[in-house]
């Protein structure tokens, strides 16, 4: 692996007032829970590793990556369409070709790893499924719609289709239907189907159930709950509802004015058997450097802990919590392509 570069410390958040936390939590989660502790990054963080992707590999619009049991690295390129795969050091694998199953495919949007590190490939159309170092195995036509959010927990599967009419749909490992659930609507249906963040990562798959969220909530909730959030970063702000009948454009319009004002969150992501990960996006018209909020919650004991951070995360496995550099540096400290910071989740017990 290459070597290991600390991440750069960020101040801490303001601390927020009880009435304020009381406050903008309306979801009960406050009244249900202990409110979070805020706590500098380094409090939830331990450096690990860092992986600097091959720079001989053109990379434009990242949009997804995931991480494999093994450390292989896949990232959705939006530029081109394609989906990589990359060693644990970094180097390039080789990029994932649906018409090895099927002439003609079409072009790829997301995939993750799932099962025992099979890939998942979502496109335009079908689905295919690819081994562990990217030979294609099948095409799938059963995950109608599959949406570039799922995840899987032992032999099933677990996708989330956003909508004005969210679903989440249960299937098997041999890609059968279970079972179809119709989910609770969000505080405002615009929230639903909006896209403020890494998409990708709208559902997790952990020992305390299947869990989704909408970037208007302050947790992700139970795919068979009554959709209330029981958790809340500090300080966070509930967007408020939108009014209905918006056109297109001007919905666009308004939730990036609320992603001015209000925390949205982003992803959410299980690091282990006992902690969860939520990421929000800061307000915009305050985040001059420290542009994103996680909260970390520990379903053993119900405490949940609120850090900034200048990076988002866009990958977590095995306990390990994978951080974007876009723009990267190599070894001499010239510049770079991507690279992912590795730190290793270690809370207050």
């Not at 909006?194 to 139970?222: E, F, K, M």
């Not at 910071?341 to 270690?346: F, I």
């Amino acid at each position: 692996m290459s070597a290991k570069v600390p991440f750069v410390a960020t101040t801490a958040l303001a601390v927020a007032s009880a009435v304020l936390i009381a406050a903008c939590s309306k979801d009960g989660g406050s009244a249900d829970r202990p409110p979070a502790v805020l706590v500098e990054f380094e409090e939830l963080f331990a450096p690990v590793d860092t992986i600097r992707l091959d720079p001989s590999v053109f990379l434009g619009m990242t949009v997804q990556f995931d991480v494999s049991s093994e450390g292989t690295v896949l990232v959705a390129d939006w530029t081109r369409f394609e989906i990589l795969l990359y060693d644990r050091a970094g180097s390039y694998i080789r990029t994932l070709d649906a018409e090895e199953c099927a002439p003609g495919a079409p072009s790829p949007t997301f995939a993750r790893f799932v099962f025992d590190d099979q890939i998942l490939m979502a496109t335009s159309g079908s689905a295919y499924l690819f081994d562990a170092v990217g030979n294609c195995l099948d095409r799938v036509d059963e995950l109608t719609p599959l949406t570039h959010s799922y995840c899987s927990r032992d032999d099933t599967l677990f996708t989330y289709a956003k909508s004005r009419v969210p679903r989440a749909m249960i299937y098997r490992r041999d890609f059968k239907l279970i079972e179809e659930i119709v989910l609770p609507a969000a505080k405002s249906p615009h929230w639903a189907a909006a896209d403020l963040g890494p998409g990708a990562w709208r559902i997790s798959c952990g020992p305390d159930g299947t869990r989704y969220l909408y970037p208007g909530n302050s947790d992700a909730v139970s795919i068979f709950g009554d959709g209330t959030p029981q958790y809340a970063p500090v300080g966070y702000r509930e967007p408020p509802a939108l009014p209905e009948g918006l056109e297109r454009a001007d919905l666009s319009k308004a939730l990036q004015n609320l992603s001015r004002t209000y925390h949205t969150a982003q992803a959410v992501f299980q690091v282990d058997d006992r902690f969860r990960l939520v990421l929000f996006g800061k307000p915009s018209a305050s985040r001059p450097v420290e542009q994103h909020l996680l909260n970390v919650i520990d379903t053993e004991t119900g405490s949940s802990y609120t850090a900034s951070s200048r990076r988002g995360v866009v990958a977590v496995r095995n306990g390990l919590v994978y951080f974007l550099v876009v723009h990267g540096t190599d070894a001499e400290g010239g510049a770079s392509g991507p690279m992912l910071l590795v730190y290793k989740l270690t809370p207050p017990r």
